[in-house]
């Protein structure tokens, strides 16, 4: 199976442990949103930006809609992996998300650990539609995000906890890494925009670390 997102090299780095707080409609104010009734929430599609100075033509340059499907993840061992339904591509099956222990030390399929925390070597966001994640099957889950522009640091992430008894939508812009179950296992509603543009950051390689997200609040 070819896997996205693999780093290109699975060494011992130093970790930055970003603080996890409970999601709530105030904490996640500049994020995004509690999402309840995820059919009927809305996802906003960003309006292409003009070449020049001559303005979009309003009515156009949004019309790509959105899309939606299962967006699951799974531990195997002290790997996490994810697979996004939505958005599929036929050149990958999933994605390598992150690890519970350094990379170096950990093995795929069988838990060597208590898993305290995701350790994370990448982040996106998308510049054309915000993202909606909701829990299928009511399992807790843990969601990264941090707050728009392209010189994000890893200090600039915030782990927001949810109890699995509602969604979260993002902005458009919102850096995030997927959605993490707590549990072995985790199977989310997701609906984003179907152009689906993608923008990366390597904590590895850019900043010598990895991002590390608890998984269960203090």
């Known amino acids: 199976m070819s896997v996205i997102f693999k780093p290109e090299t699975v060494t011992s780095l130093p970790v930055h442990e970003a603080p996890l707080i409970r999601a709530t ?15 009927a929430h809305p996802v906003e599609i960003v309006t292409w930006p003009a070449a020049g100075w001559r303005p979009v033509d309003v009515g156009t340059g949004n019309e790509g809609g959105t899309t939606e499907g299962v967006f699951e993840s799974w531990w195997s061992g002290d790997v996490l992996y994810g697979r996004n339904n939505a958005v599929q591509d036929t050149a990958v099956n999933h994605y ?56 994000v640091k890893p200090e600039h992430f915030v782990g927001f906890y949810c109890d699995g008894s509602f969604g979260v939508y993002i902005h458009p ?25 993608r923008i ?10 990895y ?8």
């Open 173 to 197: 812009g919102i850096w995030h890494e997927g959605v993490f179950p707590v549990t072995d296992t985790g199977r989310f509603f997701d609906k984003q925009g179907k152009v689906h543009a």
């Open 96 to 151: 390598l998300l992150g690890w519970s222990r350094p990379p170096s030390e950990a093995v795929d399929g069988t838990a060597t650990i208590e898993r305290k925390h995701v350790l994370l070597w990448h982040a996106n966001y998308h510049p054309d539609g915000g993202q909606l994640f909701y829990p299928l099957d009511g399992q807790p889950f843990v969601l990264p995000l941090a707050l728009p522009g392209d010189d």
């Open 25 to 39: 409609p105030d904490s996640l104010v500049g994020y995004g949103a509690i999402v309840e009734n995820y059919r």
């Open 211 to 218: 991002l590390a997200v608890p998984l269960h609040l203090p």
């Open 200 to 209: 990366s950051c390597d904590f590895a390689k850019e900043f010598g670390c």
